[in-house]
C-alpha cells in the first residue's frame, strides 16, 4: 500500500489524489533551459579564451554557479510539486506538502459548509484553477492550481452533499438500498 493509501483511516475510501497543476513547472523549466544555454555560452568563452590553470577554475566556477540555480530554481519547486497532495476521501478533504517540513490539513466532510472555484481565462486555457473551501468553523481555505478545478469542485460538492443526507459518498441514494452483493433493491 503507498501514499495516499497508508494515510486513510478503515474503510476510508480515496476518491481524488492529485498534484498541483504543471503550471507551477513552467518557469523553472524556463529557468533550467536558460541558465544551461548561459553556462555553456560561458564555459566555451572561458575555454577559448583562457589556459591553463585559469581555464580549469573559470569551467568550474561556472559549473558550480550553473548546479547552484539549477538545484534553488528548478529541482527546489520540482520536489515542492511532487511532495503537494491534494486528496479527497468519501470522509475528508487532505492536503499534505513539504519535502523538509511537512504540513498537513484534514477538513471533515461533514463540517464542509461551502465549495467555490475561481479561474481567469488562462487558468481556463490551462484547465486549473483555486478551489475554495469554508468549513464552519474557520476562514476559508484556497487551494491554488488544482487541475480541473470545475470537475473536482462538483465532485466535492456532491461528496458534501451525499455526507449531509447521511449518506457517506457509499452511492445509497434516496431510499435505494444496497444489498451485500452491490445490486439495488
Not at 145 to 152: E, F, G, N, S, T
Request: a neutral charge; proline letters at 4%; glycine letters at 8%.
Amino acid at each position: 500500500m503507498g501514499y495516499p493509501e497508508d494515510v486513510l483511516a478503515p474503510e476510508e475510501q480515496l476518491i481524488l489524489h492529485r498534484h498541483p497543476h504543471w503550471k507551477m513547472l513552467f518557469w523553472p523549466i524556463v529557468t533550467l533551459i536558460v541558465i544551461t544555454a548561459l553556462a555553456g555560452f560561458a564555459g566555451g568563452l572561458a575555454s577559448r579564451k583562457a589556459e591553463g590553470t585559469t581555464r580549469t577554475a573559470l569551467l568550474i566556477a561556472v559549473l558550480v554557479v550553473w548546479v547552484v540555480i539549477v538545484v534553488w530554481r528548478c529541482v527546489a519547486p520540482v520536489l515542492s510539486w511532487k511532495s503537494t497532495h491534494f486528496i479527497i476521501t468519501d470522509r475528508r478533504v487532505l492536503v499534505r506538502q513539504g519535502v523538509l517540513t511537512h504540513t498537513g490539513i484534514d477538513i471533515p466532510m461533514s463540517r464542509i459548509s461551502s465549495v467555490q472555484f475561481r479561474h481567469g481565462l488562462f487558468d481556463r486555457m490551462l484547465g486549473t484553477g483555486t478551489l475554495i473551501i469554508e468549513s464552519s468553523s474557520s476562514e476559508p481555505l484556497e487551494f491554488d492550481d488544482i487541475p480541473a478545478v470545475q470537475k473536482v469542485h462538483a465532485l466535492m460538492y456532491h461528496q458534501v452533499f451525499d455526507v449531509e443526507n447521511g449518506d457517506n459518498g457509499r452511492g445509497d441514494r434516496g431510499g435505494e438500498h444496497r444489498s451485500e452483493r452491490g445490486d439495488y433493491r
